[in-house]
């Protein structure tokens, strides 16, 4: 073991080195070989017996995507943000607006240009260049908009979901299951508020008012996280209880930079706020690491 502390890129780099076993675990868990033993009884290790703890946002994604590139699943717990507030919640913003304007050369190449659609930028231009191939992409956003007028919202998300095949592929990538839950919220969210609301400008002006909400009955929410790796900050993770627990950040430093200006540090029981010198940030840094 070190006997000194090690920067966060070091610890980083070992700690994806170091999660090559876990793979194994799994393997050797499938085969009755890696678990736990509750008196007589067995139970094979599973992802929701492991519990990852970091500082950070950062710290989480490393781990991660050190776990996706071993194909092993996991959740962020502490990145519990509102369906409205994603990425997929713009992109649908966009194809609601093309599809009620299908005629708009604009609007629909801001939709077929989305992150979720995921269109290669040479195949987008290759299609306004080509004449015929866009006029496809008009009618094609012209029967998106039949199909909402006739069979509502839900219906025509589907299918554009459908034929844009986009469920097969994210699918295969390591987010996409949450990225496909949202879609599918939000289209349930909005054919519920369609009932309300009258016509389709109606509809987008409401998506679009709710695209900074935060609350929390619109808050991402996954069946299978329960069955997954927990990666969690140590904050979140006071009073919960895991199995197995991995800390790979918890001997880590944070440099001392002369930027901060005022430092919070504790002498016994009490607690001082000083303009910050290069004593007060080493006082800061000893306690925070005390501390974890």
């Not at 998506?207 to 329960?226: C, K, N, P, V, Y």
Request: charged fraction near 25%.
């Amino acid at each position: 073991m070190d006997e000194q502390p090690v920067s966060p890129g070091v610890t980083a780099s070992r700690w994806r080195l170091r999660l090559h076993p876990t793979g194994t675990w799994f393997a050797q868990a499938a085969e009755g070989k890696a678990g736990f033993i509750d008196g007589e009884v067995f139970q094979p290790l599973r992802g929701q017996d492991i519990a990852i703890l970091v500082h950070t946002g950062t710290e989480a994604q490393i781990m991660r995507e050190a776990l996706a590139a071993r194909r092993i699943h996991s959740v962020y717990l502490s990145d519990r943000e509102s369906v409205f507030q994603t990425e997929e919640a713009k992109d649908l913003l966009h194809w609601l607006r093309a599809v009620a304007a299908p005629t708009d050369d604009r609007v629909v190449c801001a939709a077929l240009g989305t992150n979720t659609l995921a269109l290669p930028l040479e195949h987008l231009a290759q299609l306004q260049q080509d004449e015929l191939a866009w006029e496809a992409q008009i009618e094609r956003f012209r029967g998106y908009q039949l199909l909402w007028q006739q069979q509502g919202v839900l219906t025509m998300l589907r299918q554009l979901l459908h034929d844009f095949a986009l469920p097969a592929q994210l699918l295969q990538q390591p987010n996409g299951e949450r990225i496909l839950t949202n879609l599918l919220h939000l289209s349930e969210w909005l054919q519920q508020s369609a009932t309300a609301l009258d016509g389709e400008q109606a509809l987008i002006w409401h998506l679009t008012a709710h695209l900074d909400s935060s609350g929390d009955e619109f808050i991402q929410r996954l069946e299978s996280d329960a069955e997954l790796v927990k990666v969690i900050t140590i904050h979140k993770a006071k009073g919960l209880e895991y199995p197995l627990v991995l800390l790979p950040f918890i001997c880590h430093w944070k440099e001392v930079d002369d930027k901060t200006r005022q430092v919070l540090y504790r002498n016994g029981t009490q607690t001082f706020l000083e303009v910050a010198g290069k004593n007060s940030l080493r006082k800061r840094g000893k306690q925070r690491m005390k501390r974890d």
